[in-house]
T-cell receptor, first 113, second 116 residues
């Protein structure tokens, strides 16, 4: 069965530090990949998505992610975080033939001012 | 342009009571998905509905859970005779057209259900 692993459950960074959140999935077929963010008290927002093409995907708010097929990974990066990036980040995948998203357990990021 | 709306945001029920969770999709969206997030777990797909039709309920528990998306009004996720294990965050998502794999799903803020 498909699964998504987010190895870092809690991350604490100072402002201006660089961020990389890991996401690995298990599925041998074609997948679509997503990163969502949930700010405190708000709904899940789509940060970026990958369907095909350039494996380096740029999203909103300065985030990017790189799809490495050989490693089954889709890590999220940001060169310099801000206090306002404090949130929970979810990686999700779906089989290219289905609408069912499979989510990771989420990573809670706290950025210290 | 309002996003996906869910209410209530927090719901407390005693064991044996019924819980009704509502989801209003984004304007123009006719596809609704419900996900459940148990403590320390990722969101898990429960059910996919279009107006007046259940398309896929493969993720729904076999008993006590039901969902509907009537022609008029919000989608409803209903849990009868709640138990403590139903305590979770329930998220609704909607998409505009075909509901296919490349259709971005837009999520609501979730309803946090606590069963005492």
């Amino acid at each position: 069965a498909q699964s998504v692993s987010q190895h870092n459950h809690h991350v604490i960074l100072s402002e201006a530090a660089s961020l990389e959140l890991g996401c690995n999935y298990s599925y041998g077929g074609t997948v679509n990949l997503f990163w969502y963010v949930q700010y405190p008290g708000q709904h899940l927002q789509l940060l970026l998505k990958y369907f095909s093409g350039d494996p380096l995907v740029k999203g909103i708010k300065g985030f990017e992610a790189e799809f490495i097929k050989s490693k089954f990974s889709f890590n999220l990066r940001k060169p310099s975080v801000q206090w306002s990036d404090t949130a929970e980040y979810f990686c999700a995948v779906n089989d290219a033939g289905t609408y069912k998203y499979i989510f990771g357990t989420g990573t809670r990021l706290k950025v210290l001012a | 342009n309002a996003g996906v709306m869910q209410n209530p945001r927090h719901l407390v029920r005693r064991r044996g009571q019924e819980a009704r969770l509502r989801c209003s999709p984004m304007k123009g969206h006719s596809h609704v998905y419900w996900y459940r997030q148990l403590p320390e777990e990722g969101l898990k797909f429960m059910v996919y509905l279009q107006k007046e039709n259940i398309i896929d309920e493969s993720g729904m528990p076999k008993e006590r859970f039901s969902a509907e998306f009537p022609k008029e009004g919000p989608s409803i996720l209903r849990i009868q005779q709640v138990v403590r294990g139903d305590s979770a965050a329930y998220f609704c998502a909607s998409s505009p057209s075909s509901g296919g794999a490349r259709e971005t799903q837009y999520f609501g803020p979730g309803t946090r259900l606590l069963v005492l």
